[in-house]
T-cell receptor
Framework: EAQVTQNPRYLITVTGKKLTVTCSQN?????MSWYRQDPGLGLRQIYY???????DKGDVPEGYKVSRKEKRNFPLILESPSPNQTSLYFC?????????????FGNGTRLTVT | AQSVTQLGSHVSVSEGALVLLRCNYS??????LFWYVQYPNQGLQLLLK??????LVKGINGFEAEFKKSETSFHLTKPSAHMSDAAEYFC???????????FGTGTRLKVLA
């Protein structure tokens, strides 16, 4: 089944403890992206990648890191999480770097930082 | 900067009534436009998309949207609401100039029995 898989679905952590949210897609998509969803703010892009080893900042990249060593994987790293990073995170992928193909989304990771 | 505006963060309709969710975009060049639906505890699913060609786009679950360049709008409609339509709906635009997808803030649809 074609899908974007995020893990974990739920994560509770403490301020400053490094964490990684994994994202993997099995559709051979070039484009991958991370979003955070907050009430009243919709989805805001954190980072995106147009292909392997090519990443770029989105609208809210502060406090996050990503890497794209393989086409299928695009992990999101929080080196020192803070409470303002408590949010619902989505990974998404798309078959074309140039668009306009729609995004395929994972089921989300709900992160709580205390 | 390109933006997507969804009017009404919450919309309530009676079962069987018309659903109208509004979306306006700002762009000097018409972008590619999408509507997504999000059910509780799930990711976003594509409802429909407009790229080029016919301005009335039909999607899944009986939804459709009309691209109106003169009004910079892409409103989502469904003739008759069903209880299962209760969800949050997001309008999004893709800009080929910046290679970015931009989302509206979402509209939560409530369907009343």
């Amino acid at each position: 089944e074609a899908q974007v898989t995020q893990n974990p679905r739920y994560l509770i952590t403490v301020t400053g403890k490094k964490l990684t949210v994994t994202c993997s897609q099995n559709m051979n998509h070039e484009y991958m992206s991370w979003y955070r969803q907050d009430p009243g703010l919709g989805l805001r892009q954190i980072y995106y990648s147009m292909n392997v080893e090519v990443t770029d900042k989105g609208d809210v990249p502060e406090g996050y890191k990503v890497s794209r060593k393989e086409k299928r994987n695009f992990p999101l790293i929080l080196e020192s999480p803070s409470p303002n990073q408590t949010s619902l995170y989505f990974c998404a992928s798309s078959p074309q770097s140039g668009g306009p193909e729609p995004l395929h989304f994972g089921n989300g990771t709900r992160l709580t930082v205390t | 900067a390109q933006s997507v505006t969804q009017l009404g963060s919450h919309v309530s309709v009676s079962e069987g009534a018309l659903v109208l969710l509004r979306c306006n975009y700002s762009s000097s060049v018409p972008p590619y436009l999408f509507w997504y639906v999000q059910y509780p505890n799930q990711g976003l699913q594509l409802l429909l998309k407009y790229t080029t060609g016919a301005t009335l786009v039909k999607g899944i679950n009986g939804f459709e949207a009309e691209f109106k360049k003169s009004e910079t709008s892409f409103h989502l409609t469904k003739p008759s609401a069903h209880m299962s339509d209760a969800a949050e709906y997001f309008c999004a635009a893709f800009s080929s100039g910046t290679y970015k997808y931009i989302f509206g803030t979402g509209t939560r649809l409530k369907v009343l029995a």
